[in-house]
């Protein structure tokens, strides 16, 4: 049978250190996958801690993979930990809902029933009256905050259905009427860290 020394140079070899790299490449990926969409949204006080840490894990894994270059499966899980990295800092994203949008709807019909909704709803609601290809349409922005961005897209489809409307992300934005979010945790977040921005 094999020797304690040998099963144990195995499991390193063939498990623990494939594990442990796909593991570390897969946090400092997800964190500059945050890192990169936090600077976009202008989460500028958040993003140079997360750089350290990420550059730090990098830093642990790059150095056992140069320990154990005849270990071929080491590349093999620095490779896919970068995948799953992007993959997991996008859905972390995705759950955070961070940021604001403007939507910009365009419609032939009457639009009456959508504004009440909206504003029902506590939107903040702009208006005007423009020129369309195919005659006058009315215009109507709405400045949402990401989380919000499901039901304002229900509504649309509720009210008027074939209405023409973008969506645009929103860097910064001072002021606006939005809706009361209530006790959440990024509330909770900002009264322990106030000097960061959400």
Do not use: C
Not at 109 to 119: I, Q
Not at 170 to 198: C, D, N, W, Y
């Amino acid at each position: 049978m094999f020797s304690e020394e040998f099963l144990q140079s195995n499991l390193f070899n063939w498990v623990l250190f494939p594990l442990m790299i796909f593991l570390a490449r897969t946090s400092d990926v997800t964190l500059a996958t945050l890192r990169n969409i936090f600077l976009s949204k202008n989460f500028r006080y958040v993003v140079p801690f997360m750089g350290f840490v990420e550059v730090l894990i990098w830093l642990m894994a790059v150095t056992q993979i140069v320990r154990n270059l005849s270990n071929w499966l080491g590349y093999i899980a620095f490779a896919a930990g970068y995948s799953m990295g992007i993959f997991v800092g996008i859905k972390i994203e995705e759950r955070l809902a961070l940021g604001m949008q403007a939507i910009r709807i365009i419609t032939h019909r009457d639009s009456t029933g959508l504004m009440h909704s909206l504003k029902e709803r506590s939107y903040g609601v702009t208006t005007m009256d423009a020129q369309g290809a195919h005659g006058p349409v009315k215009v109507i922005f709405v400045v949402v905050k990401r989380k919000s961005l499901e039901e304002v897209e229900r509504l649309i489809s509720l009210h008027n259905p074939n209405a023409f409307y973008s969506i645009e992300d929103i860097r910064t934005a001072s002021q606006g009427v939005f809706p009361e979010s209530g006790s959440t945790r990024m509330k909770h977040f900002q009264k322990l860290f106030p000097m960061l921005r959400f």
